[in-house]
């Protein structure tokens, strides 16, 4: 069982940077296909990124390609996101999740995933 703890959330200008950082628990992190969504007020939660088991394959929603970069270093448990070019309507809350799987497959969808974090709140002012 993994548990997943954000940071690096914050307020900021819109064509602002931050990078987000998700700390997993646990000894088989290398296994877990990793995920980035965020909930605005009032709206679902939407996919953001996702990463293999080693960082060699990504995927993104087509709001955030070529702002946001996902990366993880299995080394220390953690996986990242990058975020440039911030603006107005990125603003939300932030989730990490992992997904245990023997497929090295990119889900997409919140229910694919089995755990996930407390969230960190990221708004960025126009």
């Known amino acids: 069982q993994a548990q997943l703890v954000e940071s690096g959330g914050g307020l900021v200008q819109a064509g602002d940077s931050l990078r987000l950082s998700c700390a997993a628990s646990g000894r088989t992190f290398s296994s877990y296909v990793m995920g980035w969504f965020r909930q605005a007020p009032g709206k679902e939660r939407e996919f953001v990124a996702a990463i293999g088991w080693r960082g060699l394959s990504t995927s993104y929603a087509d709001s955030v390609k070529g702002r946001f970069t996902i990366s993880r270093d299995n080394a220390k448990n953690t996986v990242y996101l990058q975020m440039n070019t911030l603006k107005p309507e990125d603003t939300a809350v932030y989730y990490c999740?992992?997904?245990?799987?023997?497929?090295?497959?990119?889900?997409?969808?919140?229910?694919?995933?089995?755990?996930w974090g407390q969230g960190t709140q990221v708004t960025v002012s126009s």
């Open positions: 999740a992992a997904r245990s799987s023997n497929f090295n497959y990119l889900f997409r969808t919140s229910g694919e995933y089995d755990y």
